[in-house]
């Protein structure tokens, strides 16, 4: 990797950290300037495609997920921390079909499924947004399985 202060092609690495799961950090060093200089290398999440109910496909958005399910947990005893546990745990489910797409439906299974293990209320919620419960009693007939 070229250095970015006086543009030598050879640099060598002098220390290699696993910040995270998915990150590396490097530190480098210019064999021309003795700079140092730091690098980080992650690994491209597989592309995924969301096919939504009415057939138009966009790609997977984490951050439409978590929306949903902050909005789900909204003054749920859950922290930030469980919140981001809960989307991790959802998008490894989702990911974990190993499909190119997936489509919206299946995504809100795996999301209630996960919810509910974790959260009935939240669940709940999720669920009559989700399933766009079309009439009261089968949103009763839910709270009722629920007690
Ligand atoms: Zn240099």
């Not at 930030?80 to 809960?86: A, G, P, R, T, V």
């Not at 974790?118 to 989700?130: G, H, K, M, P």
Request: with cysteine; proline share 3%; hydrophobic share 25%.
């Amino acid at each position: 990797m070229q250095c970015p202060y006086c543009d030598e092609p050879g640099t060598s690495v002098v220390d290699t950290r696993e910040t995270s799961d998915n990150e590396v950090r490097r530190r480098r060093e210019c064999s021309a300037c003795g700079e140092r200089f730091t690098t980080y290398e992650r690994h491209e999440s597989p592309s995924l495609t969301v096919v939504k109910r009415d057939g138009e496909e966009e790609p997977f958005d984490r951050d439409k997920l978590r929306t949903g399910i902050e909005r789900a947990c909204n003054k749920r005893p859950l922290a930030e921390d469980d919140i981001e546990d809960l989307v991790d745990t959802i998008e490894s489910r989702i990911r974990a079909k190993d499909l190119k797409s997936v489509t919206a439906e299946e995504i809100g299974e795996i999301a209630m499924s996960t919810l509910k293990e974790t959260d009935e209320v939240a669940y709940l919620r999720f669920a009559s947004v989700y399933r766009d419960f079309d009439d009261v009693d089968s949103f009763e007939e839910e709270l009722e399985e629920l007690k």
